[in-house]
C-alpha cells in the first residue's frame, strides 16, 4: 500500500477500466475519495459506487461503465490562480470540452469548469477524460 490512498483509487479505477471490468473495489474509504468518486459519477464516467463498512476503514464498490479514457492524481498539487485554467487544462486535458481538472477550492472539491465560473482558484487534485 502506497502513502497516497487517492492515488491508489484513481489507479484502480483506471486499470479495471483498461482490462474491461465492470466494477471494482476501492480500499480504504475517504471522505476525499467519496468527493471525487462523487464528481466522476455526476458527470458520467462512473455508474453507481456504495460505501461498504467491513468494520476497520471501509472500502467502496464502484460500477465503472467504460467512460474513462485516462485518470491520474496530480503531484504536486499545483496552486492555480483563477486565471490561469485555460494553461493548466491545456497541460492535464484534451479539450475544456473532453474532460475535467478536480480542483480543491475554499468553497471545496469541484471541476476545473466550476471553478472558472465561479472565478476562483485551489490546487489540482487530479484529472480524467
Known amino acids: 500500500m502506497a ?10 479505477i483506471k486499470t479495471h477500466e483498461m482490462l474491461g471490468k465492470s466494477s471494482c473495489t476501492i480500499k480504504p474509504a475517504s471522505k476525499l475519495i467519496k468527493e471525487v468518486l ?24 464502484v460500477q465503472l461503465n467504460g467512460s474513462v479514457n485516462d485518470c491520474m492524481v496530480i503531484k504536486p498539487r499545483f496552486a492555480v490562480r483563477k486565471d490561469e485554467w485555460a494553461k493548466w487544462e491545456q497541460r492535464y486535458i484534451p479539450s475544456p470540452e473532453f474532460g475535467m481538472l478536480i480542483v ?14 465561479k472565478r476562483i482558484g485551489g490546487r489540482l487534485i487530479a484529472y480524467v477524460y
Open 3 to 12: 502513502n497516497d490512498p487517492l492515488a491508489d483509487a484513481i489507479n484502480t
Open 38 to 61: 462523487m464528481i466522476f459519477q455526476q458527470h458520467k464516467y462512473l455508474d453507481e459506487f456504495e460505501y461498504i463498512d467491513d468494520g476497520k476503514s471501509g472500502s467502496f464498490k
Open 104 to 117: 480543491s477550492t475554499p468553497q471545496g472539491l469541484m471541476t476545473n469548469a466550476d471553478a472558472r465560473k
